[in-house]
């Protein structure tokens, strides 16, 4: 009794068992246990002595047989004489049944009972008299002998269902008791069956899974890193992996040729519905492959994946966009395929109009390119016509011209400078039919494509031709492998430094670099990148001529990656790889809105766990430890 005192937390909140009345928890547990003594119930809880598991509640199975379940109640059933408890664990829900005639003594003790209760039950298995057919123990129930209370719960802050309307802040803070919900604990058991197919099919392709460091040399990848002070060595810092780049080429040279890991990422950059500060990703290198060879054995995955956990049949070979070929389609390099709607070239039909905004784009090197929304007058109105160029203007157009062909007329915006014909044509040209929308973007290439692939988005999903449905893998390659950057005013690696050029386009490395392709490769999932590869370089000259051309100095090469580069010294064989994002899998095959859902414990939009409340302060004895003088503090939100 005194042992189990001292768990027991004193809560804020009112009592469960005391009918609304404010009360110490423990002394209410007294209490009762009291009544109970004097009706000759020992109501403290109890062991699993004597008592083994034999079925999960969602697998029993044996009609007349014996058999011992154990989880949480979800609901209980007060009928008089006879007593329904639904028994939850993460196969599903079995019916427990309690007969004050048969056993009375089990019955009373069931009559403490309540909601997220845990149980251990053994009992006669036998067929139910009234069927449920919404759960897959519907016709069986188990009429119970002996009943074990394991643990007892306080009302909880929201009921455990799948349809809850809870909000997510309320959900995350209580994050252990969001993830009984059935929902979410189906979407977590297929992230595993994800990672044991992986690991089974790459196992059986003859790679061999390594660790590589969690905590490593601060090295420039594109994100911020998350930085580990050192104690030893006062003043220096770790790093948490962005990837296991580095260290996977490594194994390569060690002569791993095969490598995998499940491992585990962490960037500090801005979150999003797809992005958390630390995600996992399906780590792959290997050798003397070229990028068709790797291409078509991360298809084998894929068509086994989707066969074992969803049974659905993916043709192979995927389909094979390069970059350019995207861009000027779609408007993305990860468009979402399952929808047309493809983006036009107007440059051409409308090089010779009197519209200021077209020829001067065109001669500017730009172009006027549109998309027709099919048949959306009716959805598209001026009104929305005026949202859809807000949008535009906010992610870099200058405006939005428009066709709407609502009337018998079309009514273009830019019609009174066409002359006749003109506007014939670009119809013409379109494809545009009564009915349609036409939305077009003058203006370099760099700022037309992209809006018009947003505006794709967009309008797909408002007029609604995106699919809830399907499975549209597709390859991007020939990635450029620079790409200016305005705010720098330099040019940039698009994928890493480590990244090898076509060797057509070598001798574009110091005059053009525009003209550069790389042989880099992405996988994307109706309009989600999965996962992001290349073929390495590893020629050692070559590898620092990179690092030169992104404006490192030699100083910067050798503290940076001196190590990598004197490895190349020593003979490296050609390779390749990439990371398959694990989470954004997971979160695609389980139909979930955001990888929240698929992660057991996730971060929200600032980076913080509201469960947990990390991050947190840290006391002066461990900063002094580490040499660490905070001079600035977040202030708590009250």
């Known amino acids: 009794m005194l042992f189990f005192a001292s768990l027991l937390e004193k809560p804020t909140e009112k009592c469960y068992n005391c009918k609304g009345l404010s009360s110490d928890a423990y002394v209410c547990r007294l209490e009762i246990n009291g009544q109970n003594r004097r009706k000759g119930i020992d109501f403290m809880l109890d062991t699993m002595k004597g008592l083994k598991r034999t079925h999960y509640c969602g697998e029993v199975e044996g009609i007349g047989s014996t058999v011992t379940v154990a989880g949480f109640v979800q ?3 007060d009928k008089g004489s006879l007593m329904f408890v639904d028994l939850r664990d993460r196969t599903g829900i079995v019916q427990l049944v309690f007969d004050d005639t048969t056993e009375p003594a089990v019955f009373e003790k069931a009559k403490q009972i309540k909601s997220e209760y845990v149980l251990m039950a053994q009992g006669l298995l036998r067929e139910r008299e009234s069927k449920n057919n919404d759960i897959k123990t519907g016709n069986v129930e188990i009429l119970v002998t002996d009943l074990r209370i394991l643990s007892m719960a306080q009302t909880t802050p929201f009921e455990i269902v799948n349809d809850t309307k809870t909000n997510e802040e309320l959900r995350l803070k209580y994050r252990y008791l969001d993830l009984r919900r059935k929902k979410l604990q189906d979407n977590l058991i297929m992230r595993h069956r994800i990672a044991k197919t992986a690991r089974e099919y790459f196992y059986d392709n003859g790679f061999l899974e390594i660790e590589t460091p969690m905590m490593m040399k601060s090295t420039p990848e594109g994100a911020r890193d998350y930085l580990v002070p050192s104690r030893v060595h006062e003043g220096k810092f770790y790093a948490l992996p962005q990837s296991p780049q580095i260290y996977k080429q490594l194994l390569m040279i060690s002569g791993f040729d095969r490598y995998i890991q499940l491992a585990r990422c962490f960037r500090d950059e801005d979150l999003r519905a797809d992005r958390q500060p630390e995600f996992t990703q399906i780590d792959l290198e290997m050798s003397f492959m070229d990028v068709d060879e790797i291409l078509e054995l991360t298809e084998g995955f894929i068509k086994k994946l989707m066969k074992d956990v969803l049974d659905v049949d993916i043709t192979t070979p995927l389909p094979r966009l390069t970059y350019n070929d995207a861009m000027s389609r779609y408007g993305s390099d990860k468009p979402d395929t399952r929808f047309g709607m493809e983006i036009q070239d107007l440059s051409d039909i409308v090089k010779d109009t009197e519209f200021s905004v077209f020829s001067s784009a065109i001669a500017a090197g730009g172009s006027v390119r549109a998309i027709v929304a099919k048949n959306a007058a009716g959805v598209l109105t001026r009104k929305e016509i005026d949202k859809l160029t807000e ?5 870099g157009a200058k405006g939005l011209a428009y066709i709407r062909w609502h009337d018998d007329a079309p009514n273009c915006s830019f019609a009174k400078f066409l002359k006749e014909g003109e506007l014939d044509a670009i119809l013409s040209h379109l494809g545009c039919e009564k009915g349609d929308v036409v939305l077009i973007v003058a203006d370099k290439n760099k700022v037309t494509l992209p809006v018009l692939g947003a505006l794709r988005l967009k309008v797909g999903k408002q007029i609604g031709i995106v699919p809830d449905s399907g499975y ?11 790409e200016w950057d305005d705010e720098s005013e330099s040019w940039l690696a698009m994928h890493h430094p480590f990244t090898m050029p076509m060797e057509e386009c070598l001798e574009y490395l110091d005059t053009d670099k525009g003209k550069v ?14 996962c992001s590869g290349s073929i390495r370089i590893t020629d050692p000259e070559l590898q620092e001529r990179m690092f030169r051309l992104l404006g490192l100095t030699d100083k910067e090469i050798e503290e940076k990656f001196g190590f990598l580069v004197e490895a190349y010294k020593y003979a490296a064989p050609p390779h390749g790889g990439m990371g398959i994002g694990l989470d954004r899998l997971a979160m695609l095959i389980c139909g979930a809105d955001s990888l929240r859902d698929v992660t057991a414990f996730p971060k929200v939009q600032n980076a913080s766990e509201l469960m947990s409340g990390a991050p947190s302060y840290i006391d002066d004895i461990q900063l002094d430890e580490l040499g660490i003088n905070i001079t600035k503090e977040e202030k708590d939100e009250q």
């Open 75 to 77: 609901r209980v059933r």
């Open 391 to 395: 949008l535009s203007k906010g992610i």
């Open 472 to 482: 549209n893998f597709l390859w991007i390659t020939e990635f450029p492998f620079f």
């Open 517 to 530: 392709r790389a042989k880099a490769y992405d996988l994307v999932l109706n309009g989600i990148e999965l």
